[in-house]
């Protein structure tokens, strides 16, 4: 049996609702964008993809071994745009401000984690971002363009603040609706005192 899991740093109600806001005013005229529930938002560190169940209770404690001591810090929005630009924005998203150098490590710190446990390097640098929505299948190549146009002219995010404090490994389950996600573990970094992981 195989869970479809990543790794993520969870997102407080601010923020999703700031992300929200920026959906509604980038959807105005019918963009052909299926857009990510904000219940569901999260910025990624490292995604597994399908893995064995057998691995479950293995990842959790491997996790929490790689950021131990790990301080929490601050992070904050900043601008829209879209990969792979915003001429063709397959997949609209928030940029991510504030200690990136910082978020950058933490992720750093996972992915040796993660490949020393027999995952594969991941291939891509690690690119902060909040992913938005996702372009329909078949969307006409001049609504694109429209949405492009939007996204430029966006003005940037409202500048919400908030303290990266968690590390989640969580489970993907595809649906129709959307993705359910699926708390698995849950390890908070230094600076709480209720610092710990708890496997589901």
Request: charged letters at 15%.
């Amino acid at each position: 049996m195989s869970y479809r899991l990543f790794i993520a740093t969870p997102l407080p109600p601010a923020v999703k609702a700031a992300l929200a806001a920026a959906q509604t005013r980038l959807g105005r005229g019918g963009a052909p964008i299926k857009w990510v529930a904000p219940s569901s938002m999260h910025l990624t560190l490292r995604f597994l993809g399908e893995t064995d169940t057998t691995l479950l209770p293995t990842i959790g404690p491997t996790i929490r071994q790689s950021i131990q001591g790990y301080p929490a810090f601050q992070l904050s929005l900043t601008h829209v745009s879209a990969f792979p630009n915003t001429r063709h924005p397959n997949v609209v998203w928030a940029g991510v401000g504030g200690a990136v150098e910082a978020l950058g490590r933490l992720a750093g710190e996972i992915e040796r984690a993660m490949v020393a446990i027999g995952f594969q390097p991941e291939k891509r640098a690690f690119r902060p971002h909040l992913t938005l929505g996702r372009a329909r299948h078949g969307a006409a190549q001049t609504a694109l363009e429209r949405l492009g146009d939007t996204i430029r002219a966006l003005p940037q995010l409202p500048p919400v603040a908030w303290l990266a404090q968690h590390v989640s490994l969580l489970r993907s389950e595809l649906q129709p609706g959307g993705p359910i996600y699926t708390e698995i573990a849950d390890c908070q970094l230094a600076g709480d005192p209720q610092s710990d992981i708890t496997l589901a």
